[in-house]
């Protein structure tokens, strides 16, 4: 076998394993569930913190939890039950919010957009992003009457790979068009955000054609694209004023690393410096997964900017 054949394959194998390992984890289920809105997926899975995080105890910094999976309709917040409990046996309190995504046929996107993927449609416009947004302002008030052991003046944003660019997205909702229904007058009241794996440029995602095009189906075509990506693509809505951190697998091939420098360096360009954490020889799942090491290096990541 050639070298870079032989190459590929490790790392195809690789790849692997590393979703297999996230994957294999019991769900947990939460302490407590909140609805945030009428429709079956506007809720969000509360985790209380198994234990302080400094010898005085007190209230414990928020972590809210946005899932990945695309923004398709197969992959909901439940494949990341195991990573929210991880975080609440190290002391944080969590919040894993379940969102809208795109089902087998959309109006509007079609077998076309369905064709890209391979399968269902990624998102749906506006509902992803309307739930997003409803669910953060309505977190404070859920927060103090289900996980009152939370202290949401110390409040971070997580989300994996889909779920890291709404955590950049809503972030950035100052910054959206003023024209935009999400916009908010002034920053969100956030200690910061730690994106993981994140599509968080759609331009360098599109072209390396992520998920199956994923970025173009939740736009709802080529031209919602053009037209809707100055609202979505966290990219184009920088400098936030807010401290974030990306945090990416040099192994990745689900979410390339180039997505994560992209961002980076349009932060940089923007008068914002973003951290970026590479972690060598490490692929897309493991920052999930509570078996590898990788996801340690994400609960400290956490930890820096909740206190």
């Given at each position: 076998?050639?070298?870079?054949?032989?190459?590929?394959?490790?790392?195809?194998?690789?790849?692997?394993?590393?979703?297999?390992?996230?994957?294999?984890?019991?769900?947990?289920?939460?302490?407590?569930?909140?609805?945030?809105?009428?429709?079956?997926?506007?809720?969000?899975?509360?985790?209380?913190?198994?234990?302080?995080?400094?010898?005085?105890?007190?209230?414990?910094?928020?972590?809210?939890?946005?899932?990945?999976?695309?923004?398709?309709?197969?992959?909901?917040?439940?494949?990341?039950?195991?990573?929210?409990?991880?975080?609440?046996r190290r002391g944080f309190?969590?919040?894993?919010?379940?969102?809208?995504?795109?089902?087998?046929?959309?109006?509007?996107?079609?077998?076309?957009?369905?064709?890209?993927?391979?399968?269902?449609?990624a998102g749906r416009w506006?509902?992803?992003?309307?739930?997003?947004?409803?669910?953060?302002?309505?977190?404070?008030?859920?927060?103090?009457?289900?996980?009152?052991?939370?202290?949401?003046?110390?409040?971070?944003?997580?989300?994996?790979?889909?779920?890291?660019?709404?955590?950049?997205?809503?972030?950035?909702?100052?910054?959206?068009?003023?024209?935009?229904?999400?916009?908010?007058?002034?920053?969100?009241?956030?200690r910061g955000v730690v994106?993981?794996?994140?599509?968080?440029?759609?331009?360098?995602?599109?072209?390396?054609?992520?998920?199956?095009?994923?970025?173009?189906?939740?736009?709802?075509?080529?031209?919602?694209?053009?037209?809707?990506?100055?609202?979505?693509?966290?990219?184009?809505?920088?400098?936030?004023?807010?401290?974030?951190?990306?945090?990416?697998?040099?192994?990745?091939?689900?979410?390339?690393?180039?997505?994560?420098?992209?961002?980076?360096?349009?932060?940089?360009?923007?008068?914002?410096?973003?951290?970026?954490?590479?972690?060598?020889?490490?692929?897309?799942?493991?920052?999930?997964?509570?078996?590898?090491?990788?996801?340690?290096?994400?609960?400290?990541?956490?930890?820096?900017?909740?206190?």
């Amino acid at each position: 076998m050639p070298d870079d054949a032989a190459a590929r394959a490790a790392a195809e194998a690789r790849a692997a394993a590393e979703e297999e390992s996230a994957f294999s984890h019991a769900a947990v289920d939460p302490d407590a569930t909140a609805a945030y809105g009428d429709d079956p997926d506007q809720v969000i899975d509360f985790y209380a913190p198994r234990e302080a995080l400094s010898p005085g105890g007190g209230l414990a910094p928020l972590v809210v939890v946005l899932h990945g999976g695309a923004w398709r309709a197969p992959y909901d917040r439940r494949h990341v039950t195991p990573f929210a409990d991880f975080l609440a046996r190290r002391g944080f309190a969590v919040a894993n919010v379940e969102y809208r995504r795109g089902g087998v046929s959309i109006p509007g996107q079609g077998a076309a957009a369905e064709a890209g993927g391979g399968g269902p449609v990624a998102g749906r416009w506006p509902e992803t992003f309307d739930d997003v947004a409803a669910a953060m302002d309505a977190l404070p008030a859920l927060v103090r009457e289900f996980l009152p052991q939370a202290d949401p003046r110390r409040m971070v944003v997580t989300g994996h790979s889909a779920g890291g660019h709404l955590a950049l997205w809503a972030a950035a909702r100052h910054l959206l068009p003023a024209d935009a229904v999400w916009r908010i007058d002034r920053p969100a009241p956030l200690r910061g955000v730690v994106a993981l794996a994140p599509i968080a440029d759609f331009t360098v995602a599109e072209k390396l054609d992520v998920c199956g095009g994923a970025c173009r189906q939740l736009l709802a075509g080529e031209e919602g694209f053009t037209a809707r990506v100055p609202y979505a693509d966290p990219a184009l809505l920088l400098p936030t004023g807010i401290a974030t951190t990306l945090v990416q697998g040099r192994a990745d091939t689900v979410v390339p690393e180039a997505v994560a420098e992209a961002y980076a360096d349009a932060a940089a360009k923007a008068g914002e410096v973003v951290g970026l954490t590479l972690l060598e020889d490490v692929g897309h799942f493991p920052l999930i997964d509570p078996a590898a090491d990788a996801c340690a290096v994400v609960a400290e990541e956490i930890a820096q900017l909740a206190w």
